[in-house]
T-cell receptor
């Protein structure tokens, strides 16, 4: 069974304090690993897709990396507007496009 | 990115009534859409896969007679919660894929009194 575990559950940072969020996964053949941002009361917002080990993608203060067992979301010099829940999901190879989500990391960035 | 809308954004109903939620892909066509449910402080749980022109595929433990899904066109899927009860109160979110990446709607908050 495909599984995704995210850590930590919650993370509090001061503005400008860089850190990383972890996503460990087990999947029977990875098609893609996805990162989303979710604000309270809203649907997830797509951030990145990673397809193979060693791949990296960047967007503003965020950088996502992928190994064969885990992915990291690095946040450099975060700002209060980066506060949100960050969700990791995996999609297995095969006919289905469904995603399996982790429980998320709630990030709070204090000014 | 691709845009997905949902309507209504919020609904309050009495126990025993049925509620319909619409999910639309605004700038692309989607032969497949997904319906998720999210309880407070929990992650998204896939309920079912909506297939245009054929029956929906439900995840284990989801009652197909309670959660009716209709994929009427390449841009519209509907979820009807029949005979809703307070335990059905939740945040319902749909998504549609573009090249394997799923784009999510803004969600519908259902409260059953």
């Amino acid at each position: 069974e495909d599984q995704v575990t995210q850590s930590p559950e919650a993370l509090r940072l001061q503005e400008g304090e860089s850190s990383s969020l972890n996503c460990s996964y087990t999947v029977s053949g990875l098609r893609g690993l996805f990162w989303y941002r979710q604000d309270p009361g809203k649907g997830p917002e797509f951030l990145f897709t990673l397809y193979s080990a060693g791949e990296e993608k960047e967007k503003e203060r965020l950088k996502a990396t992928l190994t064969k067992k885990e992915s990291f979301l690095h946040i450099t010099a975060p700002k209060p507007e980066d506060s949100a829940t960050y969700l990791c999901a995996v999609q297995a190879q095969g006919g289905s496009e469904k995603l399996v989500f982790g429980k998320g990391t709630k990030l709070t960035v204090n000014p | 990115g691709a845009v997905v809308s949902q309507h209504p954004s919020r609904v309050i109903c009495k126990s025993g009534t049925s509620v319909k939620i619409e999910c639309r892909s605004l700038d692309f066509q989607a032969t497949t859409m997904f319906w998720y449910r999210q309880f407070p402080k929990q992650s998204l749980m896939l309920m079912a896969t909506s297939n245009e022109g054929s029956k929906a595929t439900y995840e284990q433990g989801v009652e197909k007679d309670k959660f009716l899904i209709n994929h009427a066109s390449l841009t519209l899927s509907t979820l009807t919660v029949t005979s809703a009860h307070p335990e059905d109160s939740s945040f319902y979110i749909c998504s549609a894929p573009v090249a394997y990446t799923q784009y999510f709607g803004p969600g519908t908050r259902l409260t059953v009194l």
